[in-house]
């Protein structure tokens, strides 16, 4: 495992930020740490990064404990902070191999990295401005490339998109998605639009404990099959809102499109059976039945509420 974290409790004088939070995360997965705002995501990864210690737990990274191992393990971390500090004075070329060299990067190897990264983060045009003088998503793209500048293989992210244009944060979730392969990314995030497009894994974190822990996919179907079971079922004639109500297990219904019906159950029970019986005694055909997941951000909701 790459990050290995085991009961980390935080304590900030009585309040409790985390309690007893454990998770594992292997090398090339993309993980999704999500929760509410004061949830204890960002103590997290700053305890994660050595910024901060936790008030008990143990946290490994690659092996080493953050605790006895410091510098050796924020060698191997690549972070970006919400608040992403930047030396505004600089011009960009000159603080991303500042940052190369304080890596203890040669010369030569500092120049080769910050050439990558001003390429692979589009900052080819602004690399001769100074910071002070970028917009607020080249600053988050400056912040990005001095994160991923000695090549670390464990990458902390916490809101990287902030601040970006449609189009920036789409190369940017590419950038991110690519790096993903080769290193483990623990990425935070408020935008469910991102953990979809490319996170593998999903922690939702609210009042300082985990509430979920699991795939996109699996999560979304967890949630939904201990709600009201969803299901949008298409026939191929019309068909009263009245009939449709009276089936068994059924408590709402809406209609869509053309011969298209969403039908809600009162139960978490299958609908599914009883829909197509009806279908069968009116002499209908059912076109399509399927069952309507949550949506990752209903999964959210419903979870944090």
């Not at 079971?229 to 809406?254: A, C, H, M, P, W």
């Not at 949550?294 to 959210?300: G, K, P, T, Y």
């Amino acid at each position: 495992m790459s990050i290995s974290v085991k009961g980390i409790t935080k304590f900030y004088g009585k309040q409790k930020a985390l309690d007893n939070v454990s998770f594992e995360i292997s090398s090339g997965e993309i993980f999704g740490f999500l929760g509410p705002n004061g949830a204890g995501k960002s103590t997290m990864m700053k305890i994660i990064t050595g910024f901060i210690p936790p008030s008990s737990g143990d946290i490994l990274v690659n092996g080493l404990d953050i605790l006895e191992k410091s510098l050796e393990v924020r060698k191997q971390i690549g972070y970006l902070p919400e608040n992403n500090p930047l030396y505004l004075d600089m011009y960009v070329r000159e603080y991303l191999y500042f940052v190369a060299r304080l890596y203890k990067l040669s010369p030569k190897q500092a120049k080769a990295r910050t050439d990558e990264m001003i390429i692979k983060t589009g900052l080819t045009v602004e690399q001769k401005k100074k910071i002070g003088a970028l917009s607020k998503g080249y600053r988050q793209r400056v912040g990005l490339a001095q994160a991923l500048i000695h090549d670390p293989s464990v990458l902390i992210l916490d809101e990287p998109t902030s601040g970006l244009d449609p189009n920036q944060i789409v190369e940017i979730r590419n950038l991110i998605a690519e790096v993903g392969k080769q290193k483990t990314v623990l990425l935070s995030t408020h935008l469910m639009q991102e953990v979809e497009a490319i996170c593998n894994r999903v922690i939702i974190i609210n009042n300082g404990k985990i509430v979920a822990d699991n795939s996109k996919e699996d999560l979304q179907k967890q949630t939904s099959a201990s709600n009201r079971q969803t299901i949008i079922v298409e026939f191929n004639t019309t068909v009263s809102r009245e009939d449709l109500i009276k089936i068994k297990g059924v408590s709402k219904v809406q209609g869509l499109k053309q011969f298209n019906w969403l039908i809600e159950g009162n139960t978490n029970e299958d609908i599914r059976p009883e829909v197509f019986q009806f279908a069968v005694k009116q002499g209908l055909t059912v076109l399509s039945m399927q069952k309507k997941e949550m949506s990752l951000e209903q999964v959210f909701q419903e979870l944090t509420k």
